[in-house]
């Protein structure tokens, strides 16, 4: 998308000012105007209208703005920034581990590992992606050594200490597979031993499940027996073989309503040491009205134009308990499009790309007008020719604001979907927030494999 066609910023005049929002919840200030900085974008005059101008009682006004005076030093526990890497991403974008900027990452969440839907026995999905392809340097004849994109993955955390590394098995194209194993302690304690292959034998440092989603009381209760084997497991292990260090578990986990409240939340968060929430795709090819589809709030003035929210998921998750700093909030490196559309909140005709998303770093044309609105936290681009195509996607501008809402409510991470669709340089999502966070976590990575069957991660590599 190039930025540098007409922009309009909506809403900056609200920003710090609090306004009421439907379902019962209260808007936080979450920003002051200082933070819109480091965009790329030029901004225009601020228009005063569409958005709503009635006047904010002052003591809604909040006390003080975020900056980052107000971040807490550097400790081991820092801000995470977590992002997922999909192994097909070296043949669809030959986007390669060794394309990825570590530095303004603290972990990376490698995914998919598939699963048997019988037994619960888990393994990789693409033994050629994550095994054997031959990067530069790669011996193919050493086939006791890994290559591939999980050997990449080891050099890359002996480069960065603070990078961890977590393997995800499942995931949406996966989900029904969970539905069987998971309701026998035997299909659990398969899954668990399996799940542990992967951090022993490939060097990760923890597990992610993505089971998108349990839907009915009985398997929320499956999926808490699920992560409690989980733990277990590797609390095991890593008594045995890694010095105690704590092996990381985490689910990537819904943001729907329906989806959410399945969940027995309580139950799982007593094993998990991070909810990745999906903040994303709120709106898309199922909807019947253009829309955001990664907002924090419910839009006040077109709520056709929000069918879900950010900040309503987060709520839900904190009233069952979960601590803010587990939480990890979801941002998409991708754009969702509607095509035959007058604009947002608007019936379509169509969508873009199939349905799928579209990269943020390959997204629109040169003629996209692009409309940032910091009441819901969310932005979009409309191109009026033919026929009319809006797309949803996040600015750097609207990711400082979402950095600024999860310093405001204490939220520990971000993490991002899909790795490879973020830009590099000034217009980086990830760097933008990474940036704008004060200091990321430091906490050091596992190096030490000593049950490997790879001789190379073994032998750390010497
Ligand atoms: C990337 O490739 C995989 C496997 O070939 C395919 O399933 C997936 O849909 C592709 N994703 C995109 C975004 O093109
Ligand atoms: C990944 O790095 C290689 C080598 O520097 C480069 O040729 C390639 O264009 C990069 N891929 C992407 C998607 O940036
Ligand atoms: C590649 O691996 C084979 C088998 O282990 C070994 O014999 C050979 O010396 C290695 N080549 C190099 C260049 O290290
Ligand atoms: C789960 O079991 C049911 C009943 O046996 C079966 O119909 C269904 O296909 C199974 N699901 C999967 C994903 O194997
Ligand atoms: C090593 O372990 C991994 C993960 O458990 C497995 O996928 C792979 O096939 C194993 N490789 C060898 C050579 O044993
Ligand atoms: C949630 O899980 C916990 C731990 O297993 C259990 O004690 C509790 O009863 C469950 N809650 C519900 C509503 O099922
Ligand atoms: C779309 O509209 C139809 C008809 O009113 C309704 O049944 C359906 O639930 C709507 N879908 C969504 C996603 O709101
Ligand atoms: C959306 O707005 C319309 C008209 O402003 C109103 O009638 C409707 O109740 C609103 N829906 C929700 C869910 O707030
Ligand atoms: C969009 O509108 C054009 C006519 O303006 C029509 O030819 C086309 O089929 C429409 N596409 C969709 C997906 O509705
Ligand atoms: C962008 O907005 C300007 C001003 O409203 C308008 O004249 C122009 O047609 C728009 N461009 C596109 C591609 O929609």
């Known amino acids: 998308m190039k930025l540098t066609s007409a922009i309009t910023i909506l809403g900056l005049s609200l920003l710090g000012n609090t306004a009421t929002v439907p379902l019962g919840q209260k808007r936080s200030g979450v920003a002051g105007t200082t933070a819109i900085s480091s965009a790329a974008v030029s901004s225009s005059p601020v228009p005063r209208s569409p958005v709503p101008s009635s006047p904010v009682p002052s003591s809604a006004v909040p006390s003080r703005t975020v900056s980052r005076a107000v971040v807490p030093t550097a400790t081991a526990s820092g801000f995470r ?3 997922y890497y999909a192994d097909w991403d070296i043949y669809n974008t030959s986007y390669f581990v060794t394309n990825i900027t570590a530095s303004t990452l603290t972990h990376l969440v490698y995914c998919f590992a598939d699963l048997d839907a019988n037994t619960g026995s888990v393994s990789v999905s693409d033994a050629w992606a994550d095994l054997q392809y031959p990067y530069p340097g790669d011996n193919q004849s050493d086939t006791s050594s890994v290559a591939g994109n999980v050997k990449q993955l080891y050099l890359l955390k002996q480069q960065n200490r603070n990078l961890k590394t977590i393997f995800s098995i499942g995931g949406y194209s996966w989900a029904s597979k969970f539905e069987n194993f998971t309701l026998t302690a035997q299909g659990r304690q398969t899954f668990a031993q399996s799940a542990l292959l992967l951090i022993q034998n490939l060097g990760f440092d923890g597990i992610d499940i993505d089971w998108e989603y349990p839907s009915d009381p009985e398997h929320a ?3 808490v027996l699920l992560l409690e084997e989980l733990r277990t497991t590797l609390d095991t292990y890593s008594a045995q073989y890694a010095h105690g ?10 943001a729907g309503p329906a989806n ?7 139950g799982m968060d007593q094993y998990l040491d991070m909810w990745n929430i999906m903040a994303y795709d709120y709106a898309g090819s199922w909807s019947n009205y253009t829309g955001d589809h990664a907002n924090v709030y419910p839009s006040q003035s077109n709520n056709n134009s929000t069918p879900g ?10 009233s069952q308990g979960v601590a803010a700093k587990k939480i990890n909030f979801g941002m998409p490196l991708y754009g969702r499009s509607f095509t035959n559309t007058s604009g947002l909140g608007l019936p379509f005709g169509g969508v873009g790309s199939n349905g799928q998303g579209i990269n943020y770093n390959v997204l629109g044309g040169p003629n996209a007008n692009i409309t940032e609105m910091a009441d819901v936290i969310a932005s979009y681009s409309y191109d009026s020719t033919n026929g009319g195509t809006l797309t949803s996607f996040d600015t750097p501008n609207i990711a400082l604001l979402k950095a600024q809402y999860m310093l405001e409510k204490g939220i520990g991470g971000a993490m991002y979907w899909e790795l490879s669709g973020d830009k590099t340089g000034p217009e980086s999502i990830i760097a933008t927030v990474a940036n704008s966070v004060g200091n990321l976590d430091q906490t050091l990575n596992l190096l030490s494999y000593p049950q490997s069957n790879y001789t190379n991660i073994k032998n750390k590599m010497n």
């Open 309 to 318: 929210h950010t900040d309503g998921a987060i709520s839900y998750y904190l």
């Open 245 to 254: 260090t704590h092996l990381l578990l985490s689910v990537a986990a819904p």
């Open 81 to 83: 920034s977590v992002a």
């Open 221 to 223: 209760q499956a999926m």
């Open 260 to 266: 959410y409240e399945a969940l027995n939340i309580t």
